[in-house]
């Protein structure tokens, strides 16, 4: 059983707003998605300062430290992938 100490380092992942997972989903609005990329990236520090500070252990600090570096691998290559789009419609 979790207690509450635990439990409360990944709290802002279970109260994720939708709207950020439609940003994250959506390929309309550009900035829309940039913010909400910038939304999850805090959550996983703030994640991560939480259980620094709460004293966990190094497999509790590693969790959101890789979920981060996940994050920011996939928004490396959606950013890559949105400017090669933009600049190949510049041509035409």
Do not use: C, N
């Not at 207690?3 to 939708?18: M, Q």
């Not at 709460?54 to 950013?79: R, S």
């Amino acid at each position: 059983m979790l207690d509450a100490k635990r439990s409360s380092a990944f709290a802002g992942l279970r109260r994720t707003s939708p709207s950020s997972v439609i940003g994250q989903r959506s390929t309309q609005f550009h900035s829309i998605k940039e913010w909400a990329y910038a939304g999850f990236g805090f959550i996983f520090m703030l994640a991560f300062a939480s259980r620094a500070f709460a004293k966990d252990g190094t497999v509790e600090l590693i969790a959101p430290l890789i979920m981060l570096a996940y994050l920011l691998v996939v928004y490396y290559l959606w950013k890559k992938q949105w400017l090669l789009i933009k600049s190949s419609s510049d041509k035409r």
